[in-house]
Nanobody, 126 residues
Framework: QVQLVESGGGVVQPGGSLRLSCAAP????????VGWFRQAPGKNREGILC????????DYRESANGRFTGSRDSRRNTAYLQIDPLKEEDTGNYYC???????????????????WGKGISVTVSS
């Protein structure tokens, strides 16, 4: 059973930092590629980054460079998304996604993730 569970969202202040977690109880982040996506109010879902299974290297969408950092913890079997500093424009729903070992690299990750978490809300306001 494949399952991805996001956590760490909520209401946060601009200028601060936030780390979202994606637990993967049904598979190993060392063998499955994991990506982070978000959807702002009234906008389409967009990719942020993808973490390759082979070596944990991160493929960032060009627009995400600078404020976004992707990482994984193999022992905790968890992927992370760090946002620093936060902006009000970061408000939206954030999703982690994954795909099996036969597609464990981040090739074509923006359009080809197979499994998705339910998403978690992030509101940046103060």
């Amino acid at each position: 059973q494949v399952q991805l569970v996001e956590s760490g969202g909520g209401v946060v202040q601009p200028g601060g930092s936030l780390r979202l977690s994606c637990a993967a109880p049904g598979f190993s982040v060392d063998f499955w590629a994991v990506g982070w996506f978000r959807q702002a109010p009234g906008k389409n879902r967009e990719g942020i980054l993808c973490i390759s299974a082979s070596d944990g290297s991160v493929d960032y969408r060009e627009s995400a460079n600078g404020r976004f950092t992707g990482s994984r913890d193999s022992r905790r079997n968890t992927a992370y998304l760090q946002i620093d500093p936060l902006k009000e424009e970061d408000t939206g729903n954030y999703y982690c996604a994954a795909r099996p070992p036969y597609m464990a690299t981040c090739d074509k990750w923006l359009t080809s993730m197979d499994y998705w978490g339910k998403g978690i809300s992030v509101t940046v306001s103060s």
